[in-house]
T-cell receptor, first 116, second 115 residues
Framework: AQKVTQAQTEISVVEKEDVTLDCVYE???????LFWYKQPPSGELVFLIR??????QNEISGRYSWNFQKSTSSFNFTITASQVVDSAVYFC?????????????FGKGTMLLVSP | KAGVTQTPRYLIKTRGQQVTLSCSPI?????VSWYQQTPGQGLQFLFE???????NKGNFPGRFSGRQFSNSRSEMNVSTLELGDSALYLC??????????????FGQGTRLTVV
């Protein structure tokens, strides 16, 4: 069965520090998708990125970057030069092609606190 | 383009009552999924509807049910409420056409408190 582990429950950093959020996943499928979502205090989950299992190319979007490594089943997320507005809970999620259409299996989330 | 709308935002119910939550997806999206979020269990998948049919279901008791209308709006119902049903219920909207990898857009959720 699929599983997503976010070992870091809470991370506290000072503004402008770089921070990496870890995500390790388990799946038996060869085709799957990985996601990162951000949940600010308002409660809405905000989509950040989607990667499929055949695309291990790392991605950078502004201050955000993602490192996908199939060999270690990891999909880590780095925020460069963190800002107070980055404070939120971040979720990593997995979707398998063969276990449903839009079913997301989430990790427990990592709460990021960025102080000024 | 309007986002995913969930109503109501907050609800307080008594044990044993039933409750209905509503979700209006993004225009053009035909898939609606529901998730329960609690501090202990995290985010858990309840069910997914596509074109008025339940396409996938999570591991929840039969007290949790849902439906989808022809305009893609969805409702979920919880009967005989228990204290443990207190949670944030999130609805996700997607096109539903790509197996496994469709980007899902979430609403702000309905915070249900059972007393």
């Amino acid at each position: 069965a699929q599983k997503v582990t976010q070992a870091q429950t809470e991370i506290s950093v000072v503004e402008k520090e770089d921070v990496t959020l870890d995500c390790v996943y388990e799946t038996r499928d060869t085709t799957y998708y990985l996601f990162w979502y951000k949940q600010p205090p308002s409660g809405e989950l905000v989509f950040l990125i989607r990667r499929n299992s055949f695309d291990e190319q790392n991605e950078i979007s502004g201050r955000y970057s993602w490192n996908f490594q199939k060999s270690t089943s990891s999909f880590n997320f780095t925020i460069t030069a963190s800002q107070v507005v980055d404070s939120a809970v971040y979720f990593c999620a997995l979707s398998e092609v063969n276990s449903g259409y839009s079913t997301l299996t989430f990790g427990k989330g990592t709460m990021l606190l960025v102080s000024p | 383009k309007a986002g995913v709308t969930q109503t109501p935002r907050y609800l307080i119910k008594t044990r044993g009552q039933q409750v209905t939550l509503s979700c209006s997806p993004i225009s053009g999206h035909r898939s609606v999924s529901w998730y329960q979020q609690t501090p202990g269990q995290g985010l858990q998948f309840l069910f997914e509807y596509f074109s008025e049919t339940q396409r996938n279901k999570g591991n929840f008791p039969g007290r949790f049910s849902g439906r989808q209308f022809s305009n893609s709006r969805s409702e979920m119902n919880v009967s005989t409420l228990e204290l443990g049903d207190s949670a944030l219920y999130l609805c996700a909207s997607s096109s539903g056409h790509s197996r496994g990898g469709t980007e899902a857009f979430f609403g702000q959720g309905t915070r249900l408190t059972v007393v």
